[in-house]
Nanobody, 122 residues
């Protein structure tokens, strides 16, 4: 059974940084691409970032490119999302996700964790 557990959310001031972590269990972690989605109040679920297995090729949405960095530690079955230069538009629940596929093409996040709240406010 796939289990994804996120942590690291919280309240941060505009311009600040947070690092989200997601520990996966129930899967052969290094086989699969993993990523992050987010959902802001009243908005649709948005893909934020994805990292493939093997070559660790990364993908970012235009809204977070050059501010967020995704990485993975296969030895710890953990994927990270380093978020810098945060602004109010980044306020959302962030979900760790996987499709149990090798790459990020068509990433849809069929398996998601419970989410962690990120609030950017002064």
């Amino acid at each position: 059974q796939v289990q994804l557990v996120e942590s690291g959310g919280g309240l941060v001031q505009p311009g600040g940084s947070l690092r989200l972590s997601c520990v996966a269990s129930g899967i052969t972690f290094d086989y699969y691409a993993l990523g992050w989605f987010r959902q802001a109040p009243g908005k649709e679920l948005e893909e934020v970032s994805c990292i493939s297995s093997r070559e660790a090729i990364t993908y970012y949405s235009d809204s977070v490119k050059e501010r967020f960095t995704i990485s993975r530690d296969d030895g710890k079955s953990t994927v990270y999302l380093q978020m810098n230069s945060l602004n109010a538009d980044d306020t959302a629940v962030y979900y760790c996700a996987t499709d149990l596929l090798y790459g990020c093409l068509g990433f849809s996040g069929n398996y998601r964790g419970q989410g962690t709240q990120v609030t950017v406010s002064s």
